[in-house]
């Protein structure tokens, strides 16, 4: 049975940092994408940043180029998010992702259950 479980969110100030992490039990991280999508109050979700195990590859929402870092642990079978600069928007339920076919959401078969950030001023 494949699960992906989320920790590491909380209550930030604007400027500050969070590292997410997904652990990942039941499947190997490998061929497929993994990714971190978000969702506000309100809004629909959307896709932060992606990576392709087998191809190396890497991908980000312009929204958060430049702030966010995608990753993986092999070793741990775990996806790390590590967040900097911090912004309002950015308050959301973050989910990790599995077993994706592309960066859409409606192609990943496998969601954890979310964990939520908080940014304030």
């Known amino acids: 049975q494949v699960q992906l479980v989320e920790s590491g969110g909380g209550s930030v100030q604007a400027g500050g940092s969070l590292r997410l992490s997904c652990e990942v039990s039941g499947y190997t991280l490998r061929n497929y994408w993994m990714g971190w999508f978000r969702q506000a109050p309100g809004k629909e979700r959307e896709g932060v940043a992606w990576l392709h195990p087998g191809a190396g590859s890497t991908n980000y929402a312009d929204s958060v180029k430049g702030r966010f870092t995608i990753a993986q642990d092999n070793a741990k079978n775990t996806l790390y998010l590590q967040m900097s600069g911090l912004k309002l928007e950015d308050t959301a339920m973050y989910y990790c992702?599995?077993?994706?076919?592309?960066?859409?959401?409606?192609?990943?078969?496998?969601w954890g259950q979310g964990t939520q950030v908080t940014v304030s001023s």
């Open positions: 992702a599995a077993e994706g076919l592309s960066l859409e959401a409606s192609s990943y078969r496998y």
